[in-house]
């Protein structure tokens, strides 16, 4: 008889919750490089290279919701708002704050995009 998984031994029922974003190199030491960031993948540096941020310095002195519209602006295109949330937590962690996972910047961010 094959041995079960963890998977199977799971209670009936049991939901999962969405994992936290693998630990990367910032919960070990503090960010050196645009790359080192919590929720920076390949897409987003190539965002940060259309939007000409080569360093967490000037990523912290930008704004999250003007980066998403250079971004649209210089692609032509409109992009997820997620992306928004995404900023959001990179700026964050660049101007010395824990890295979080983006999705904790979406309420904040809906707050934003409604704001008069």
Known sequence: MPRATLASRAAPGATRRRAAPTPGPTTRR???????????GPATLRDFEVLGIRS????????????YRALCRKT?????PCVIDVFMATIAQARGGA??????FTARRKQLVRAP
């Open 56 to 67: 967490i310095a000037q990523l912290a002195r930008r704004d999250p919701l003007a980066l």
């Open 76 to 80: 032509g295109q409109r992009h997820d």
């Open 30 to 40: 503090a960010a050196r490089q645009l790359a080192d960031l919590a929720n920076v």
């Open 99 to 104: 890295p979080k996972p983006w999705w904790t």
